[in-house]
C-alpha cells in the first residue's frame, strides 16, 4: 500500500530556531516522485520541492533544506532560522499512477 | 498567484442540494487534479483529467463526478449533498500527466452543507 506518514501533527518553535519536519512513506514501486507543499493560513498550498527516487541528492534552497534517505523511506523537511512567516501547515506527498497521496500535515508554529 | 483560478471562493448550500464547482488550470496545462480537505480526512485525491479525459480515480464518491471541457477547465459536481461533504476542495493542474510533473493548487472552494 502507498502510505504518507507525517508523524508530528504539531511544532512549535521559537524564532531564528531550527525545525526539522518528518516524512516517513511506503512504496512498493521503484519510480516515484515524492514533493512538499506547505499551506499558509490563507489556504492555498504552495509546491515547494519534488524529488524522484532515483535522486538521493540533498536538496538546499535558501533557508530551506530536504534530505532524502530510500533506505528509511524518509522525506524530511529542514527550515534554518525559522521565521514567523514560515508558520502554515506542511504536507509531504507522494506521486503514484497521477495520483497524490499527501500525509496529514504538520502545523508548524513559529512564536516571535 | 499560481495561475490556477477556482469559482466561486464560498458556497453554502442544504443538504440534499447540487453544487458545481469550476476550475481553470494555468495556460498551457493539459491535466487538471480535483482534491478534498477537510479535517477529518485530510487532502484527499478525487479525480484526474487529462486533455478531456479522466486518466485516474481516486476516493471520489458516486454521488460526485467531474469533466474537462475542450478549452481544458473542468467542473467538479456534487450532488445529494450532505453534511460531510462540507469541506475545501482544491483543483490542481500541471503540465502533462505522470508522476513527475509538479501540480499547481488554486485558491480553493470552501464548500459548506447546512
Known amino acids: 500500500a502507498q502510505k504518507v506518514t507525517q508523524a508530528q501533527t504539531e511544532i512549535s518553535v521559537v524564532e531564528k530556531e531550527d525545525v526539522t519536519l518528518d516524512c516517513v512513506y511506503e512504496?512498493?514501486?521503484?519510480?516515484?516522485?515524492l514533493f512538499w507543499y506547505k499551506q499558509p493560513p490563507s489556504g492555498e498550498l504552495v509546491f515547494l520541492i519534488r524529488?524522484?527516487?532515483?535522486?538521493?541528492q540533498n536538496e538546499i534552497s535558501g533557508r530551506y533544506s530536504w534530505n532524502f534517505q530510500k533506505s528509511t523511506s524518509s522525506f524530511n523537511f529542514t527550515i534554518t532560522a525559522s521565521q514567523v512567516v514560515d508558520s502554515a501547515v506542511y504536507f509531504c506527498?507522494?506521486?503514484?499512477?497521477?495520483?497524490?497521496?499527501f500525509g496529514k500535515g504538520t502545523r508548524l508554529h513559529i512564536l516571535p | 498567484d499560481s495561475g490556477v483560478t477556482q469559482t466561486p471562493k464560498h458556497l453554502i448550500t442544504a443538504t440534499g442540494q447540487r453544487v458545481t464547482l469550476r476550475c481553470s488550470p494555468r495556460?498551457?496545462?493539459?491535466?487538471v487534479y480535483w482534491y478534498q480537505q477537510s479535517l477529518d480526512q485530510g487532502l484527499q485525491f478525487l479525480i484526474h483529467?487529462?486533455?478531456?479525459?479522466?486518466?485516474a480515480k481516486g476516493n471520489i464518491l458516486e454521488r460526485f463526478s467531474a469533466q474537462q471541457f475542450p478549452d481544458l477547465h473542468s467542473e467538479l459536481n456534487l450532488s445529494s449533498l450532505e453534511l460531510g461533504d462540507s469541506a475545501l476542495y482544491f483543483c490542481?493542474?500541471?503540465?502533462?500527466?505522470?508522476?513527475?510533473?509538479?501540480?499547481?493548487f488554486g485558491p480553493g472552494t470552501r464548500l459548506t452543507v447546512t
Open positions: 490542481a493542474s500541471s503540465e502533462g500527466a505522470g508522476q513527475g510533473f509538479e501540480q499547481y
Open positions: 512504496t512498493r514501486d521503484t519510480t516515484y516522485y
Open positions: 524529488r524522484n527516487s532515483f535522486d538521493e
Open positions: 506527498a507522494l506521486n503514484r499512477d497521477d495520483k497524490i497521496i
Open positions: 495556460s498551457g496545462d493539459l491535466s
Open positions: 483529467y487529462y486533455n478531456g479525459e479522466e486518466r
